[in-house]
Nanobody, 123 residues
Framework: QMQLVESGGGLVQPGGSLRLSCVAS????????IGWFRQAPGKEREGVSC????????VYADFVEGRFTISRDNAKNTVYLQMNSLRPEDTAVYYC????????????????WGQGTQVTVSS
């Protein structure tokens, strides 16, 4: 059974950092594209970043503005999202998702999802 589990969320002050992890089980991550998404209360789920099976290919949403870095460790079957310079508007539930072939920010093209991890940026 394919499963994704996120962790690393929490409460952080503005300007702080968090590193989210997405661990896969039941399948090998290096055969899949992994996307990070987020959903704030009352808003639609949106794409944050994506990494292809070849780690040299990454995509970021415009609002990231160089603050986040996506990476993968295939040996650990894990994808990370390092988030720096966090802002209150980054507050959301963050999800990782898997699909094949290429990166996209279209939510319903990802068949596999984790349960999400809450990130709250507040003083």
């Amino acid at each position: 059974q394919m499963q994704l589990v996120e962790s690393g969320g929490g409460l952080v002050q503005p300007g702080g950092s968090l590193r989210l992890s997405c661990v896969a089980s039941g399948f090998t991550l290096d055969n899949y594209v992994i996307g990070w998404f987020r959903q704030a209360p009352g808003k639609e789920r949106e794409g944050v970043s994506c990494i292809r099976s070849s780690s040299s290919s990454t995509v970021y949403a415009d609002f990231v503005e160089g603050r986040f870095t996506i990476s993968r460790d295939n040996a650990k079957n894990t994808v990370y999202l390092q988030m720096n310079s966090l802002r209150p508007e980054d507050t959301a539930v963050y999800y990782c998702a898997a699909r094949q072939f290429y990166c996209t920010g279209i939510v319903n093209t990802y068949p596999y999802w984790g349960q999400g991890t809450q990130v709250t940026v507040s003083s």
